[in-house]
């Protein structure tokens, strides 16, 4: 099977992705896809040359980067899934209005048009803010499966919300058969 992987730019996450990222390469064929922002930003969690360099060792080519690129996923029925983790709540917001001005939310429209599955990792400090209403939407809408989240800072960060990330490989085996894995809420 050929699975998407498109990372946005929750870095702080990138850490506890990555690990995810080896293990899915080792079962399926994976296209890595990380948002506009990733090529050219260094953060205190690594520079834009560091993640790059990462992605491609672990999936054995360089990440797709612009909207031309993944386009032709949906005529081509490229992916038989795609993952996006992190997936921010800007991302959450794109997807959930149909907005597809970047590379992943390009990626995602694309896919669906063939009806296959698209599974978000949550990674927002507004979760339980105004991307509540974007995941509401998204996980009432066909095709659309959500790794398990919850709160990871409740005192500190209280409307902050982060998928468990260790859940991506299930939650794929679950959204491969159009399910969603169970429970959704941590």
Same mark, same amino acid.
């Given at each position: ?5 498109? %990372? ?7 850490? !506890?992705?990555? @690990?995810?990222?080896?293990? %899915?390469? =080792? ?16 953060? =205190?969690?690594?520079? /834009? $040359? ?11 080519? /360089? ?5 031309v690129q993944v386009e032709p ?5 490229? %992916? ?28 995602? !429209?694309?896919?669906? =048009?063939?009806?296959?599955?698209? %599974? ?8 339980? /803010? ?6 509401? =939407? ?9 790794? @398990?989240?919850?709160?990871?800072? @409740? !005192?500190? !960060? ?18 491969? $058969?159009?399910? $969603?894995? $169970?429970?959704?809420?941590?």
């Open positions: 099977m050929t699975i998407g992987f498109a %990372l946005t730019g929750s870095y702080c996450t990138f850490s !506890k992705v990555f @690990p995810i990222l080896e293990q %899915l390469a =080792r079962e399926y064929d994976i296209v890595p896809i990380v948002s506009e922002s990733i090529p050219v930003t260094n953060t =205190r969690f690594g520079t /834009a $040359q560091s993640h790059l360099q990462r992605i491609t060792d672990i999936c054995g080519k /360089a990440p797709l980067t612009s909207i996923f949906g005529p081509k029925k490229r %992916l038989d899934a795609l993952v996006i983790a992190p997936c921010t709540g800007n991302t959450l917001a794109k997807l959930s209005h149909g907005i597809a001005d970047t590379s992943v939310s390009m990626a995602a !429209k694309s896919h669906l =048009r063939n009806g296959r599955p698209v %599974l978000l990792a949550v990674s927002t400090n507004d979760g339980l /803010a105004a991307a509540a209403e974007n995941i509401g =939407r998204l996980i009432n809408r066909k095709h659309y499966y959500f790794v @398990p989240f919850g709160q990871d800072a @409740p !005192k500190g !960060k209280p409307t902050s919300l982060v998928a468990d990330f260790c859940q991506i490989p299930a939650a794929l085996k679950y959204a491969l $058969q159009e399910q $969603q894995i $169970q429970p959704v809420l941590l």
